[in-house]
């Protein structure tokens, strides 16, 4: 059978795929194809793939967990035979800015966090006195530089950002944020 290992590279998206030549058909390999398949293992995307490697180079931005399997098709296409299916975790992935102007011109005019894989999503953002100013557990509401509807004074705001990913991994991001007006 067909052997496959899945090596992420680090601080990159792409994936690299590699897998053992098939020996055992009577009339030789005809094709190889790579799958990627969804938790319950049906195929959601084929690629023709010659050789022994493939470096995939945009993996799924709607999947957290990416399933891959080799698929060998013997020489006259009567047999098949599957590899081993390899799962890759991609990491969850938080944007938060450091600074935003809410000045009205449609450009950073509010506080927003930006991620992939996120399940659930919190928000807190405190003023320099340690008093929560804004908090949020809608990924779409964002800070728009007010407290009760009043503007906060330019500065340094600390936040808190907790989540949990599509997998279940909780991280947290503390840091600040520079309100500019």
Known sequence: ????IALPQENSPTISLGWTGYVGFPDGVGSYTLELLDADNRVIRSIPVSGNTYLERNPSDELQELRYRI?????????TSFSNT???????????PN???PNGDGLNDVL??????????????YSNMG????????RNTNWDGTYQGKP???GAYAYEVNIVSNSGEPKQRIGTVTLLR
Do not use: W
């Open 1 to 4: 059978p067909v052997y496959l």
């Open 71 to 79: 698929r060998v098709t013997s020489g006259n296409g009567r047999a």
């Open 86 to 96: 390899v799962i890759v975790q991609q990491p969850v992935q938080v944007h938060i």
């Open 99 to 101: 600074a935003f102007t």
């Open 112 to 125: 927003e966090v930006k991620g992939r894989f996120i399940k659930s999503f919190s928000i807190k953002v």
């Open 131 to 138: 008093q929560v100013v804004f908090s949020s557990d809608d």
């Open 152 to 154: 906060m004074p330019a």
